[in-house]
């Protein structure tokens, strides 16, 4: 029988004895039924292992039919953003805190992997942002985020000033210390610490969440996931102003400069086992109730 996945990349988060450990035990299963296995170079030398096919992520993305991420969450969102610019799909294997996006536990992972190698999983395709600034009416920067673009300044409890468009339409003017523009993937992350709604993952739709608000009236608001949000930054802000993609990559923002978040063309393809449940991982990760009857 044919495999359904012939080439499988391997990722995580380096120097760390956990991940290096299950990518081991990845590497053995996988090789021993027929896989071709690519190691990401960055967690390479951490592997013990004599002979590996090392790549990084850009040719994993290039090569592979799968990907497994072995970390938290956070060095997922790294690794997604390289890899929806291919069609791969992506495992993740929970090695950090909470675990929204790696699923997969390290200490029973061979039976679900299994089955998901065989066929029997379900996939879904998360939307990600693009985040430009514009100076001048010119591009000057701008990278993509899977869970939120965030503008704010670069000092702490600092105040900035800004106007807020929707496909072009005002839509109101706030000083506050930033704005937090959520994907629904993003929706339980930052923007949830910051008192944004929890959208579910199959929504096309976007979140404003002010952070901080100089007034009472102001309030998270959810938008369509096809809008273009253009942020105008005021010119007597202070020039030290960024906005972040999922708290990794920072782009540098000037008074006057326009910020533009839209919709990627791109989209992260998660591949989840047959018994994965939103809400289960919800209640699981949130500490909500279970069922009374």
């Known amino acids: 029988m044919s495999k359904l996945y012939k080439t499988i990349g391997l990722i995580g988060k380096p120097n760390h004895e956990g991940a290096s450990t299950t990518i081991e035990t990845l590497f053995h299963y996988l090789t021993d039924n027929g896989y071709k296995v690519l190691v990401e170079s960055s ?165 404003l969440v002010p952070m901080f608000p100089h007034t009472l009236t102001s309030r998270p608001i959810v938008v369509d996931g096809d809008s273009e949000i253009k942020l105008i930054l005021a010119n007597d802000n202070h020039e030290n102003l960024q906005v972040s993609c999922d708290g990794h990559v920072i782009l540098a923002v000037m008074p006057g400069d326009e910020v533009v978040i839209k919709k990627s063309l791109h989209t992260l393809r998660l591949i989840h086992p047959l018994d994965h449940d939103y809400f289960n991982v919800l209640r699981s990760k949130l500490s909500w109730g279970n069922k009374l009857y």
């Open 43 to 207: 967690v390479a030398p951490s592997i013990k292992i004599d002979q590996m096919n090392i790549a990084n992520l850009t040719s994993i993305g290039e090569q592979a039919d799968l990907a497994i991420v072995v970390g938290g969450d956070g060095y997922m969102l790294g690794a997604a953003r390289v890899l929806s610019c291919y069609h791969i799909g992506v495992i993740g294997v929970n090695r950090g805190n909470l675990g929204f996006l790696t699923d997969l536990s390290p200490n029973e992972i061979i039976k679900p992997l299994a089955a998901i190698l065989q066929g029997e999983s379900r996939s879904e395709q998360r939307f990600i942002i693009e985040a430009e600034v514009y100076r001048h009416g010119r591009l000057k920067s701008s990278n993509s985020a899977v869970n939120e673009a965030v503008l704010h300044a670069g000092k702490v409890a600092s105040m900035i000033e800004f106007e807020v468009y929707i496909d072009g339409t005002f839509m109101f003017s706030q000083r506050s210390d930033g704005l937090i523009v959520s994907t629904p993937t993003g929706s339980t992350a930052y923007s949830m610490s910051a008192g944004g709604p929890i959208l579910t993952p199959n929504l096309n739709a976007l979140s």
